[in-house]
């Protein structure tokens, strides 16, 4: 099983409509969480971190669910410029700050 | 404000050619410093990852190696391109301390095509 698994989509979203995934984790130490926007043939771009309470930015919500040892990320409202790739990142290790990240999900949004 | 520098943006180069990839970050100090590689349509894979000047951890066996001469700069290099190789390359930095709550920031990345 890998350390960080996504589903790879596409996720084909109307504008406006919500659109929700997931990332799973193995590591049940694992002991940050994020989430990062990568565009076509660009770097990573940090979106946003995940806390133990959750955490909104906007139109985006991030949820940790440590029982069932996933992160998720909720657009509301989705515009044609969220089309991109998602990348979920974890540390899975108690020490050094080494992430370990998804495959990414790919979401496209269509008018 | 921080920033991180990468360069080239792009390079191709023949199979059994040197590499020498070189980052550096600005307005910061003592940050931890990555490579990662990105093979077409796969996921970000850590190479190095360095705390400081001339510690570097090798995550993955391979054809590649990295030092930290100064301690806002990395190098990624190579003796001798194997065509697997190829990739998108990107550094990364986060805060110092080890700690493990900070997010990485990327450099634009260089893409390579072995040839």
């Known amino acids: 099983r890998k350390e960080v698994e996504q589903d790879p989509g596409p996720f084909n979203v109307p504008e406006g409509a919500t659109v929700a995934f997931n990332c799973t984790y193995s590591n049940s130490a694992s002991q940050s969480f994020f989430w990062y926007r990568q565009d076509c043939r660009k770097e990573p771009k940090l979106l946003m971190s995940v806390y133990s309470s959750g955490n909104e930015d906007g139109r985006f919500t991030a949820q940790l669910n440590r029982a069932s040892q996933y992160i998720s990320l909720l657009i509301r409202d989705s515009k044609l410029s969220d089309s991109a790739t998602y990348l979920c990142a974890v540390n899975p290790r108690a020490a050094g700050n080494k992430l370990t990240f998804g495959g990414g999900t790919r979401v496209l949004v269509k008018p | 404000s921080q920033t991180i520098h990468q360069w080239p943006a792009t390079l191709v180069q023949p199979v059994g050619s040197p590499l020498s990839l070189e980052c550096t970050v600005e307005?910061?100090?003592?940050?931890?410093l990555y490579w990662y590689r990105q093979a077409a349509g796969r996921g970000l894979q850590l190479l190095f990852y360095s705390v400081g000047i001339g510690q570097i951890s090798s995550e993955v066996p391979q054809n590649l190696s990295a030092s930290r001469p100064q301690d806002r700069q990395f190098i990624l290099s190579s003796k001798k391109l194997l065509l697997s190789d190829s990739g998108f390359y990107l550094c990364?930095?986060?805060?110092?301390?080890?700690?493990?709550?900070?997010?990485?920031?990327f450099g634009n990345g260089t893409r390579l095509t072995v040839t």
């Open positions: 990364a930095w986060s805060g110092a301390g080890g700690s493990y709550n900070s997010p990485l920031h």
């Open positions: 307005g910061t100090s003592n940050p931890n």
